[in-house]
């Protein structure tokens, strides 16, 4: 039998009668609890006060629920981490026959806030510390971008593309602010969908707001990024051939 630690535990035991071997489905069933290990090693739960007991004490009476299962659910306080406990459940006339269940925590182990913390400390580390190979990869996957649309900021996560492209044909794009002004020092995205994730191409404009990229022939998708600029509707649609 396994148990949560820190919340209310339902116990599930059998009660048999020893003069015949048949079910006991009647009568009054009292369930005890006594802890294998911890620093309550030795005590019973003591249902009635919420503590433990240096005396065997009732833990709970059980209610029938079939064939020959009586359970009760014994409250939170009694369940702790790491700790085994021994169930057994005595009928008022003790008429049965005597039983009882090992109770087990399911995880088996429990971490403590800091041992958490040291985990995910080292797994993260692998992605954050420079020239790590997972930082690399994590850069190559993922970098963040913000883009200005009128007075909206958005923030998009766009995988890391290559460069200009290599494509046959060669296309200049130039990046205007909301005002029609060229504007310098601007990487501009390029895809051949609707959505920035997408993107495959990116380019940073001259001294004269252009982009040159290396595109195949078709329809493409382009978005001008600089921080602070607002480039108007995005992204732009241009015919490459």
Do not use: C, R
């Not at 015949?20 to 069933?29: K, N, P």
């Not at 806030?113 to 992605?127: E, H, N």
């Not at 290396?214 to 607002?230: E, Q, R, S, V």
């Amino acid at each position: 039998m396994q148990f949560t630690a820190a919340i209310a535990n339902k116990v599930t035991l059998d009660m048999v009668a020893k003069a015949t071997g048949s079910a006991i489905t009647t009568g009054t069933v009292t369930a005890y609890l006594i802890a294998d290990s911890g620093d309550n090693t030795g005590k019973w739960w003591n249902a009635g006060a919420g503590t433990w007991s240096a005396t065997e004490v009732s833990a709970g009476i059980m209610t029938f629920k079939g064939g020959s299962s009586w359970q009760v659910s014994i409250a939170a306080g009694a369940w702790e981490a790491d700790v085994k406990y021994t169930a057994y459940g005595t009928e008022s006339g003790s008429l049965n026959i005597p039983y009882s269940e090992i109770v087990s925590d399911k995880t088996g182990f429990s971490l403590s806030t800091a041992g958490v913390k040291a985990i995910w400390d080292q797994l993260t580390s692998a992605l954050t510390t420079v020239g790590s190979m997972g930082k690399k990869l994590a850069d190559w996957v993922v970098g963040t971008i913000d883009t200005y649309t009128g007075n909206t900021k958005q923030t998009a996560d766009v995988a890391d593309v290559i460069s200009a492209g290599v494509g046959p044909v060669t296309w200049t794009y130039t990046a205007t602010d909301n005002n029609g002004d060229p504007v310098a020092d601007t990487t501009v995205y390029a895809s051949t969908t609707t959505t920035l994730e997408d993107a495959t191409h990116k380019a940073t404009t001259n001294s004269f707001g252009i982009a040159t990229f290396y595109l195949t022939a078709g329809n493409w998708y382009f978005w001008p990024i600089k921080a602070g600029t607002d480039f108007g509707t995005l992204p732009d649609l241009e015919a490459v051939s």
